[in-house]
């Protein structure tokens, strides 16, 4: 799901330049504060499964069998292995998703909702992720219907547009009485 958050700050700076700072703290503190125990207990050991097995697992032990044809994965991730083109896993993944932000950056400065923008990163990830499986699909459709139920019970989502997403940010009461949002 980190993949979703360079799409949220785009929404954020766009709706609200000033306040971006004071938001970007909030998620930074909200981010940090889930993983601050862990961490603590074992800083290393974080780094190492966060950041460097991952890659190192996936290459020794899942690629080789991905290299197989047919299995139950989706994804550039197998087609690229699938091909020996190991070294282009992470430059695709990398392209694919600075142009999806980019493209967000562009429709979410004209208006567009943010919701769309965020399943299409999710996507763009899970067609470049490491371990391309097919069940990562799941979470870009739940993210859209999510967004979809909310749109139901709430009315037209796309009306409020990035100010619910500010309200949301921090529970600011003060943004939303500046847009005369229901309490």
Do not use: N
Request: net charge neutral.
């Amino acid at each position: 799901m980190v993949a979703l958050i360079p799409v949220f700050l785009v929404a954020v700076w766009t709706a609200d330049r000033g306040g971006f700072p004071r938001r970007r703290v909030v998620l930074t503190v909200t981010m940090a504060a889930a993983l601050a125990p862990f961490i603590a207990w074992d800083a290393r050991a974080i780094w190492d499964s966060m950041v460097l097995s991952y890659p190192r697992v996936m290459s020794e032990a899942v690629w080789p069998v991905l290299a197989r044809p047919g299995l139950e994965t989706i994804g550039v991730t197998e087609w690229l292995v699938e091909r020996h083109r190991q070294q282009l896993v992470a430059p695709v993944q990398v392209i694919a998703m600075v142009a999806v932000y980019a493209v967000a950056w562009r429709a979410i400065r004209r208006g567009s909702h943010p919701l769309p923008w965020m399943a299409l990163a999710l996507f763009a990830f899970s067609m470049t992720t490491l371990y391309p499986v097919h069940y990562l699909y799941y979470d870009v459709l739940l993210l859209l219907i999510s967004g979809a139920m909310v749109e139901a019970l709430e009315g037209d989502f796309s009306t409020d547009g990035p100010r619910s997403w500010l309200v949301s940010a921090d529970g600011d009461r003060r943004a939303c009485a500046r847009h005369d949002c229901e309490r």
